[in-house]
DNA sequence: CCGTATCCATTCCGATACTG
DNA sequence: CAGTATCGGAATGGATACGG
């Protein structure tokens, strides 16, 4: 039997992402490009994996939308990758996991590196979910229910 | 040379948690827990995995803190997995990580599940990124520095 | 400098059988 | 029902060598 190859058909919007992000190295090289990353070897000098596997989680990662490539940018004849909007939407999710992190995977008095407001060097106020109008939620006040849009 | 085994040490917020959650199926435990899933039994049957794995993924799940065991509830001997504090805190990770799905990896038209205000019925708010005084965040309003806490 | 192709070691997953 | 133990196949990742 073949391994669980694949979640594109999932209609769970948990599950259907993780082909193109599930995997460790994606995340790392999407953080990357947020930081301003672009060329091959930036990645692969920040990330330290093998050429051939970044090779294939970059092309994954255009295959999948998250990235794409721009000819040149200095007159060089290779590929320069960039987030592509569906990459750059990505950004609360980074922040959220960072966040929670911070608060889980560190200990108080341990160095990190922090997400802060470019303009006054604050870090960014803390990720929560709202209602429609605007209360804070809790995982109790919600519930996944199945959404069938009418096509009209 | 042995293979990245670990990011324990990472000081980056994006990486140190892969460890526990980077692979494929916590993510979807931890879905299934927030919505409720506790018995083993329960989880193969929503997932569809062996049970020598997903055994080992809920130990894993155990050793790294977001779930936490508890002994019955019903009268059996067996074990309930259920999210710890430092699982809950996901919350805002997973609804971010919905949101962006439902919009990049849906047609318009397709059945999908929902986060929804359990009053209300009305789908959350989108998740957005603020600044500490309540301004709308890009990604290119924000920068990640080195915070070093003093250990007074 | 930017990749691609090949090889090898490790890991992981699924099926199955087994215990309580 | 709730797990554990074992096995085999598949995919992955790392090193390296090579080509543009």
Known sequence: ??????????????????DAIGDG??????????????????????LGLAKNILSARLHSLVAHGLLHTVPASDGSAYQEYQLTSKGRALFPVLAALRQWSEEYFFEPDETRARLVDRGTGQPVAKVE????????LDPEDTVITMYRPADA
């Open 129 to 136: 979910i709202h209602s429609s109008d605007g209360r804070v």
């Open 25 to 46: 190295w994606s995340l790392l090289i999407i953080r990357d490009a947020f930081d301003g990353l672009r060329r091959f070897g930036e990645f692969q000098k920040s």
């Open 1 to 18: 039997m073949p391994r669980r190859t694949s979640h594109e058909d999932a209609s769970c919007p948990v599950a259907r992402p993780l």
